[in-house]
């Protein structure tokens, strides 16, 4: 998603509108493994400290290819996202919105490896306190964090891109036989 259409970053300004685009239990991981409930709470008790109205943020179509656009409109009209999905972090950071990612798979899993393995800081349910959340968010207002951004979006296009072409290569190699 960060490689199609990427917006430009957003100036830092006051969370006013927070974005919660939390993912629920991850049975596939195991039992154990699956932090949800742990990274709800770390979550919740951050946004009570900070203040700020919330908007539960969606990322599942459901079925209906007309809702794309409807998830991202909802995606730019928020000052922050908060999430534990792999596909929310992505379409935040396309969007330009600033984001605070967390996985909540014990040891890390998607969200770690997609949006820490292009650069961008995750946070791990378990070990992250309220005051950690707390503190990211109040990074995320800084003047860097659009030059953050942009980074991010250039390293998603450049994967894009990469991936792209060997998809391609693999094609034509697989054509001349």
Request: hydrophobic share 45%; net charge positive.
């Amino acid at each position: 998603l960060a490689g199609f259409r990427p917006q430009p970053p957003r100036a830092p300004q006051a969370m006013q509108r927070i974005g919660l685009c939390l993912r629920h239990a991850q049975r596939e991981y195991g039992a154990d493994a699956s932090l949800h409930d742990a990274a709800d709470a770390l979550v919740r008790a951050a946004i009570n400290m900070l203040g700020g109205t919330v908007v539960v943020l969606d990322t599942r179509l459901h079925g209906q290819i007309a809702k794309a656009q409807a998830i991202e409109h909802a995606f730019e009209a928020v000052d922050l996202v908060i999430t534990t999905r792999m596909h929310g972090g992505l379409l935040s950071l396309a969007k330009g919105t600033p984001t605070l990612a967390i996985d909540q798979i014990r040891d890390g899993a998607k969200v770690r490896s997609v949006l820490g393995g292009l650069g961008w800081p995750v946070m791990q349910a378990g070990v992250a306190t309220v005051a950690d959340v707390v503190d990211q968010v109040r990074q995320l207002c800084s003047d860097d964090v659009p030059r953050r951004i942009a980074e991010f979006q250039r390293q998603a296009c450049n994967r894009h891109a990469a991936a792209e072409t060997a998809v391609l290569d693999a094609l034509q190699r697989m054509w001349q036989r």
